[in-house]
């Protein structure tokens, strides 16, 4: 049982450039996360999908896109890198809130 | 909105000793969850504990427990006997349920990085 996977785990780019991170949980969780920690700030949320085909903006969506493809998976994507978006990005998914979250391991994304 | 407060940006410990994380929130909600994650040096977010907000007995989880005090707004983490793999980062986290999505947001504090010393 992998819970949730995150690829890549590192990250390097260019500013301008675009990627795609991805995110997949196994354990039929209806809602999945997008998370972004940054040192001395938490995690704050980016995005959110309560289930497949449907996505909304958390406290802090500006740069980012996001795609629920199906109930298993959910991408975060960058459309121009900027340096403010250098930070650790966290996936997660959930059955019930009072459960809390599984996280997936992190993807440390660099922009240059 | 919102808002958790980990007042104590860096604790250590002795070995073997107690220690307690403070933790406040704000929030004009009835029924909400809280909880503690641990973050090791290997950024895994691991789940320590989770308090339900109508439940006045406070929870434990083997050497871990909270006091949680409603009217206050404060949840605070006990570890006792901590031993050299409880160092970490812990963070306060204060549960929501995102109004009719089916989802529910975790508003985390920004952290406590606690050593513990041999």
């Known amino acids: 049982n992998a819970g949730v996977t995150q690829t890549p785990k590192f990250q390097v780019l260019k500013t301008g450039q675009s990627m795609t991170l991805q995110c997949a949980q196994d354990?039929?969780?209806?809602?999945m996360y997008w998370y972004r920690q940054d040192p001395g700030m938490g995690l704050r949320l980016i995005y959110y999908?309560?289930?497949?085909?449907?996505?909304d903006k958390g406290e802090v969506p500006n740069g980012y896109n996001v795609s629920r493809l199906n109930k298993r998976e959910f991408s975060l994507r960058l459309e121009s890198a900027a340096p403010s978006q250098t930070s650790v990005y966290f996936c997660?998914?959930?059955?019930?809130?009072?459960?809390?979250?599984?996280f997936g391991s992190g993807t440390r994304l660099t922009v240059v | 909105a919102q808002t958790v407060t980990q007042s104590q940006p860096e604790m250590s410990v002795q070995e073997a000793e107690t220690v307690t994380l403070s933790c406040t929130y704000d929030?004009?909600?009835?029924?909400?969850?809280l909880f503690w994650y641990k973050q090791p040096p290997s950024r895994q977010m691991i789940l320590v504990i989770r308090?339900?907000?109508?439940?006045?007995q406070n929870a434990t989880e083997n050497r871990f427990s909270v006091n949680f005090q409603k009217a206050a707004k404060s949840f605070s983490l006990k570890i006792s006997d901590s031993q050299l793999g409880d160092t970490a980062m812990y963070f306060c986290?204060?549960?929501?349920?995102?109004?009719?999505?089916?989802?529910?947001?975790?508003?985390f504090g920004k952290g406590t990085k606690l050593s513990v010393i041999p």
């Open positions: 986290a204060f549960m929501k349920l995102l109004s009719g999505a089916g989802s529910y947001q975790l508003t």
């Open positions: 999908s309560a289930s497949e085909g449907t996505t």
């Open positions: 929030t004009s909600e009835n029924n909400y969850y």
């Open positions: 354990m039929n969780h209806n809602s």
């Open positions: 997660a998914s959930s059955i019930q809130g009072n459960y809390g979250y599984t």
């Open positions: 308090q339900e907000a109508y439940k006045q």
